[in-house]
C-alpha cells in the first residue's frame, strides 16, 4: 500500500464515485416514499455513507470522512426511527452526494464547501423524539437471539411490533454450498408477505457441510402465507410469543392501530350484514321447531305405525329443506367481493415497483365479482408471486421499453369475470414475455425432457415443464427473464384450492397467466343422473322439477317443446347434446332446470339422488367441452362431471333469452 | 505454513487496506470475505488463526458471525477482532459479550492494527 495519502489512488476514487452514486440512487427512491420509508432503502442508504465514511477515513481524505460522517448520522437517525425523512433533509443529503462526488474525483477541492454543508447536516439533528414505552422488552425472544440483533435489527423488530404485526422465528437448513442462494430467494419471496430482519447461522452438529439459520421475520399475514414463502422446504415456524401490556388502556390503542395500519393481509374475520344474521337466526329457530316435533313424536302413541312413520319422514322433509336453506343462506354469508384483494394488489405493485425500480401501473376490472371468503384468502399468496413475477421479471426497465417503442410505465392488468360457478382471474403484463425456445433448451438442460421431445414440444407441453418443481427450484438465475421461479408452488396452490392455472405469453408482447377457480369451496348439492349409462351431476340450485317423461311434445322452430305443468319448454336429450348412444328411447325422466326465467328440460334415463359435491375444474384440456362446469368426485374414487346449466341453456336456447311462451 | 487471517469486510478498499497490512507481516495469510455469506463458506476451508470482522454487513450481521463461530465445535478457539465505525458503541459491546477479543475503530491505524495481528498470531 503507497504511503503518500495526498493522492488516493484509483481503487479508492472509484470506489468512493460507485458508492456516492449508489447512494444518489437511494436517495431519490427514498424521496419518493418519503411518508412511509422502505426498511430496505434506509438501511442501504446509511450502510452507503457508513462505508464512504470508512472508505475516506482509511485513505486519509478528511474531508469527505467527516460529510460522510454528517451524513451517516442523519442517515442513522431516518434509519432508527429517531428523524423524520423530510424534504428539506433530503436536499441537504443529495447536495452532499454531488459534493462526496467531486471530492473524490479531485481531492482538495470544495474544501469549504465540504465543511459548510457537514455543519448544515449537522444542525439538522434532533433531540430525540419521544418513543413511549419500548415494545422489544414485551417479546418473549430467547436470549441468544436478542445479544445478536444490531441496534438498527431491533429497531425494525420494534417497527414489527407497533405496526400490530408477529415476530415469527423460522428454523431452516440449508447445505453449505446453496445457503446463500436459498435465502436470497426465501428474502425474494417474502417480499410484500413480510420482512426478514435477522438472520442468525449456527452449525447443524459438528457437521461442516450444513447450516442452520434462525430467521426472524416480521410479518402481518398468517401462517399460511409465510409457509408459502419458505417453498416447500421443512420449517420450524413458530410466533414469538409477546408478554400482555399491563397498562389499562393500551389494549384499545393497539387494536385501533390495527386497524389503521395497512397490514397487508386480507383479515380473517367477515363482515356480515346483520338481516343476513337475522335470517341466519330464524332458520335455527326453525330447525328448533322441527326438532321439539321430532321430539313429540316419540310420545305420539296414539298414532299407527304407519301413520307415525308418514309423519317422521315429513319432519325429515322439513329438516333437510330447512338444511338446505341454512347452507344457501351462510354460502351467500361468506362472499365477499374481490375489491379488498385488488385493492392490496395495488399497494403492493407501488411498494414492489419502487423497489424494483421500475414504472408499474396496475389496472383492474371486476373488483366486484363476489367469491368465497376463504378462497380471496388462499388467493392472496399466489397472487402476490404472480404480480412479482410480473413486476420483477415480466416488465421491463423504462428505458428498455422505449426503444421497443412501449409505454415507458409497464401495465398490468388484474382482471376476474364470473362464469357459471368458476371465477376466472386473469394477471397479464405487457413485458418481454417468456421465452419459449430458452425454455425448452432449459427443459433438456435439466433432463425434464429429451431432445426430441423437446423439439417436438408444443405450447400445452412446455406450459408444463414451466410449472413443474424441477423446472423452477433448479435456477436461481432467470432462465426466460426471470419467469418459472417458484411457478410449481403457485401451481400447487392453486390445485389445492380446486383451480386451474395457465400461462399465455408472446414474446416482447407480454405474458397472462390466468386462474381458473370455482366460486366457493364449500360443497354444492347436485342431483345424479343417468345418461347412456353415463352419471352426471346437476347443481339443484338449478333443478326446478323432475318429472316422469312422457311423449315427445312437439317441434318449434327447430327445438322440441313439450308442455310442462302449464308452460311449453324446450326439451333437449343429454345423451344427443353429448353424443352418446340412446339406450332407452326417449328417455325416462325429463329434470326441469332453470336460471332466471329460462327453463329447460333434460331427458335423462335414471335418477341417482342427492349427494353434496366438491367440485373441481377441468384441466384446460377438457376445460373447452361446453356444458360441462367441471367434475366432481362422488366417493370411492368416482368421478362425476358436473352440468354447467348456464352454457346449456345458452347452448340450447341461442337468441333471445326468454323463450317461455305461457302455455 | 503461514498463520491465516480470515477478513470480513463487505467495502472493498476498506477490506484491502486490512489485507495489505496484515501482508506486510512475515508469517501471516489473508483470506478476504466481501460478505458473511462468503465468510461461512470459506470457514470449514481453511483453519483459520483469526478472523477480523466488519459489524455492518448486508447479509449476515458480524454479530451473528462472531456467535456461529462460538457455537461451533470447530471454530471455538479461533480468536475474533470486530471492526467497527465510531459511535457504534451498542453493536460494540454485544460483539465483545458473544466472545470478540478486542474491538479496533475506524479509521484504522496501520500500526496499531498489525500489532494487534501479531498479539493474537504470537508472532510479538
Request: aromatic residues 4%; charged residues 30%.
Amino acid at each position: 500500500m503507497s504511503s503518500d495519502r495526498a493522492r488516493p489512488p484509483a481503487e479508492f476514487s472509484s470506489e468512493a464515485v460507485e458508492t456516492a452514486e449508489a447512494l444518489g440512487r437511494n436517495l431519490l427512491i427514498l424521496e419518493k416514499c418519503a411518508a412511509d420509508p422502505d426498511p430496505e432503502v434506509l438501511n442501504s442508504v446509511f450502510r452507503q455513507a457508513h462505508s464512504l465514511k470508512g472508505l475516506a477515513a482509511t485513505f486519509g481524505q478528511k474531508r469527505l470522512a467527516e460529510l460522510a460522517h454528517a451524513a451517516e448520522d442523519l442517515l442513522d437517525r431516518f434509519r432508527l426511527g429517531k428523524a423524520r425523512v423530510t424534504p428539506a433533509r433530503l436536499d441537504l443529503l443529495l447536495e452532499a452526494v454531488e459534493l462526496f462526488q467531486r471530492l473524490a474525483e479531485e481531492p482538495g477541492s470544495a474544501v469549504d464547501e465540504a465543511q459548510a454543508l457537514a455543519a448544515r447536516l449537522s444542525s439538522m439533528d434532533e433531540g430525540p423524539e419521544r418513543m413511549g414505552e419500548d415494545p422489544l422488552e414485551r417479546l418473549e425472544l430467547a436470549p441468544q437471539m436478542r445479544r445478536v440483533l444490531t441496534e438498527f435489527e431491533e429497531h425494525r423488530l420494534r417497527e414489527t411490533l407497533r405496526r400490530g404485526e408477529l415476530v415469527w422465528a423460522a428454523r431452516v437448513e440449508y447445505p453449505l454450498e446453496t445457503f446463500d442462494r436459498e435465502l436470497e430467494q426465501l428474502k425474494a419471496r417474502l417480499r410484500g408477505v413480510g420482512e426478514l430482519v435477522s438472520t442468525l447461522p449456527g452449525p447443524v452438529g459438528d457437521r461442516l457441510d450444513v447450516l442452520s439459520f434462525v430467521l426472524l421475520v416480521g410479518s402481518g399475514a398468517g401462517e399460511p402465507g409465510l409457509r408459502f414463502a419458505f417453498g416447500g422446504v421443512p420449517v420450524d415456524l413458530r410466533p414469538v410469543p409477546v408478554r400482555k401490556e399491563r397498562r389499562a388502556g393500551a389494549e384499545t390503542e393497539g387494536a385501533g392501530r390495527l386497524e389503521g395500519a395497512e397490514s397487508g393481509t386480507v383479515a380473517r374475520t367477515l363482515r356480515v350484514d346483520i338481516a343476513r344474521l337475522d335470517a341466519l337466526m330464524d332458520d335455527v329457530g326453525e330447525l328448533r321447531l322441527i326438532g321439539e316435533a321430532i321430539r313429540g313424536l316419540s310420545d305420539a302413541r296414539e298414532l299407527s305405525p304407519r301413520a307415525w312413520t308418514a309423519e317422521l319422514l315429513r319432519e325429515h322433509r322439513r329438516l333437510v329443506r330447512r338444511l338446505d336453506i341454512l347452507q344457501d343462506r351462510l354460502l351467500q354469508a361468506r362472499m365477499v367481493p374481490l375489491r379488498l384483494l385488488f385493492d392490496r394488489m395495488q399497494r403492493l405493485v407501488r411498494r414492489m415497483a419502487r423497489e424494483a425500480g421500475k414504472e408499474v401501473v396496475l389496472e383492474t376490472s371486476g373488483a366486484e365479482v363476489q367469491i368465497d371468503k376463504r378462497l380471496v384468502e388462499e388467493l392472496s399468496d399466489p397472487l402476490v408471486h404472480l404480480v412479482r413475477n410480473a413486476i420483477d421479471h415480466g416488465i421491463e426497465p423504462a428505458g428498455l421499453r422505449e426503444g421497443r417503442g412501449k409505454a415507458r410505465a409497464g401495465r398490468i392488468l388484474l382482471s376476474a369475470e364470473q362464469l357459471g360457478a368458476r371465477v376466472v382471474l386473469a394477471l397479464t403484463d405487457d413485458g418481454g414475455g417468456v421465452d419459449w425456445a430458452r425454455v425448452r433448451e432449459v427443459a433438456i438442460q435439466r433432463g425434464l425432457l429429451d431432445e426430441e421431445r423437446a423439439r417436438a414440444a408444443g405450447d400445452r407441453e412446455l406450459q408444463a415443464v414451466l410449472f413443474s418443481p424441477g423446472f423452477s427450484t433448479a435456477s436461481a438465475v432467470s432462465p426466460m427473464s426471470g419467469r418459472g421461479v417458484g411457478l410449481d408452488v403457485v401451481k400447487t396452490n392453486i390445485a389445492g384450492l380446486s383451480g386451474v392455472i395457465d400461462v399465455e405469453s408472446r414474446p416482447g408482447e407480454g405474458t397472462t397467466f390466468r386462474v381458473t377457480l370455482p366460486v366457493t369451496l364449500a360443497t354444492v348439492r347436485g342431483l345424479l343422473v343417468g345418461v347412456s349409462g353415463r352419471v352426471y351431476a346437476v347443481p339443484l340450485s338449478s333443478v326446478l322439477d323432475v318429472l316422469a317423461h312422457d311423449g315427445e311434445g312437439t317441434m318449434e322452430n327447430g327445438r322440441r317443446v313439450l308442455s310442462v305443468r302449464g308452460r311449453s319448454i324446450s326439451v333437449v336429450s343429454l345423451a344427443e347434446t353429448f353424443g352418446l348412444p340412446r339406450r332407452t328411447e326417449g328417455g325416462v325422466y325429463l329434470v326441469v332446470v332453470g336460471v332466471a326465467e329460462r327453463r329447460l328440460g333434460l331427458v335423462v334415463d335414471a335418477l341417482h339422488g342427492q349427494r353434496d359435491l366438491v367440485t373441481q375444474a377441468l384441466g384446460p384440456r377438457l376445460g373447452q367441452v361446453p356444458g360441462i362446469s367441471g367434475a366432481a368426485e362422488v366417493g370411492h374414487h368416482h368421478t362425476v362431471l358436473v352440468l354447467d346449466v348456464g352454457a346449456l341453456l345458452d347452448e340450447v336456447l341461442r337468441g333471445p333469452p326468454l323463450l317461455v311462451a305461457e302455455a | 505454513m503461514g498463520y491465516k487471517v480470515l477478513i470480513v469486510e463487505d467495502s472493498t478498499a476498506s477490506r484491502e487496506f486490512i489485507a495489505a497490512t496484515i501482508e506486510q507481516i512475515e508469517g501471516a495469510e489473508v483470506v478476504c470475505a466481501g460478505s458473511g455469506f462468503d465468510a461461512l463458506k470459506l470457514l470449514p476451508r481453511f483453519r483459520f488463526d483469526l478472523i477480523i470482522t466488519d459489524i455492518n454487513m448486508p447479509d449476515i450481521n458480524g454479530l451473528e458471525l462472531i456467535n456461529f463461530v462460538k457455537m461451533n465445535p470447530n471454530y471455538r478457539e479461533t480468536p475474533l477482532i470486530i471492526v467497527t465505525g465510531e459511535g457504534r458503541q451498542h453493536d460494540r459491546e454485544r460483539g465483545i459479550q458473544l466472545g470478540a477479543s478486542e474491538f479496533l475503530i475506524k479509521p484504522l491505524q496501520p500500526d496499531h492494527l498489525a500489532q494487534l495481528v501479531r498479539r493474537y498470531l504470537n508472532l510479538a
